[in-house]
């Protein structure tokens, strides 16, 4: 049974930084074909940062430069740093794992992201 635990969500001031943190379990993260989606209130769930099957990082626009996706294989942990946040970065963060071309298999519940002017 795969279970994602998502982490390290919380509420700060624009320009301020967060990693948050994907626990996997039953899903090695070294297979890579994971991701970052967020979702804001009134909107559709969008990809922020993904890692697809042959291992390489894709950005939503809105992100380059400021949001690093990265892995850690020994604790089978997906990250995201997010540096210079955004108001328009406020939404809830869902990890992903399993990718097909139809999407991912398995989610987890997310964590909270709010970023106050």
């Known amino acids: 049974q795969v279970q994602l635990v998502e982490s390290g969500g919380a509420s700060v001031q624009s320009g301020g930084s967060l990693r948050l943190s994907c626990a996997a379990s039953g899903y090695t993260v070294s297979t890579y074909c994971m991701g970052w989606f967020r979702q804001a209130p009134g909107t559709r769930r969008e990809a922020v940062a993904v890692?697809?099957?042959?291992?390489?990082?894709h950005y939503a626009d809105s992100v380059k430069g400021r949001f690093t996706i990265s892995q850690d294989n020994a604790k089978n942990t997906l990250y995201l740093q997010m540096n210079s946040l955004k108001p328009e970065d406020t939404a809830m963060y869902y990890c992903?794992?399993?990718?097909?071309?139809?999407?991912?298999?398995?989610w987890g519940q997310g964590t909270q992201v709010t970023v106050s002017s």
């Open positions: 890692i697809d099957s042959n291992g390489s990082a």
């Open positions: 992903a794992a399993d990718c097909n071309g139809l999407g991912y298999r398995y």
